[in-house]
């Protein structure tokens, strides 16, 4: 599954592919106008062979996680991803994005879980996301100092249609499985039952290591109606 490591865990992350870009609006709407956008239970397409997984994620209240995550946002939003692969759907991925504004804009950074098996099982509860605690969670990319790998946002002029990007002129994290530094690139394209992701990294020299090909989206399509 050519998935990287898909930030904005996410998760996150449409116009699709070769589609024509909707022009680009003018001042952001807030944080949670984002999370809802990208809520909902999605799948990828069930022709694309190379590419099987199924994404739910929730809209969720944790006003004291979000102050400590986000200090002085006052209306930022939170939104949790569960990310399942293969045909029997098993626990690949669970991240936090946190969503502010960014200028005009919006942006959006991912956080794992200290413990990789929380909330494994399954789902978890309103309840229980309201419970997180800053100490449950580590960033999800570990950026090298002073690089920035927060996914940008803007709405787009076509009402739920949002475009995300990370720029690999940003975002430099150290790879322990390499021993280098790589460069991270990633676009995510939102609109009303669907969701398109590519990512890429590349070493110093400029060569593509892992991630999609210039140019491709993994798309995912909506499997039940968003709340």
Known sequence: MRYGFLVAGLL?????GARAQ??????????IDLARAMSGQFATLADDSA??????????????LLATLAPGEVDGALVYSSLLTGPERR???????VITRDGAGLRSEAYAFADPARFAAGLPSMAELAGLVPADLVRGIAAAPG???AMRWRALAAPGHWRG???????RLW???????IALEAET?????????TERGYDADGHQLFGTAPGEFIVQVAVQPQP
Not at 22 to 31: K, L, N, Q, R, V
């Open 12 to 16: 996150l992350a449409a116009a699709l």
């Open 22 to 31: 909707t022009p680009e609006a003018g001042p952001a709407p807030a944080p």
């Open 51 to 64: 590419n099987n997984f199924a994404e739910t994620r929730l809209v969720f209240d944790n006003p004291a």
């Open 91 to 97: 626990p690949y991925r669970r991240r936090v994005s």
């Open 147 to 149: 690089a920035d790998c």
């Open 165 to 171: 990007m990370i720029d690999r002129a940003d975002c």
């Open 175 to 181: 790879s322990e499985r390499r021993g280098a530094f």
């Open 189 to 197: 394209r939102i609109e009303p039952g669907r969701i398109a992701q």
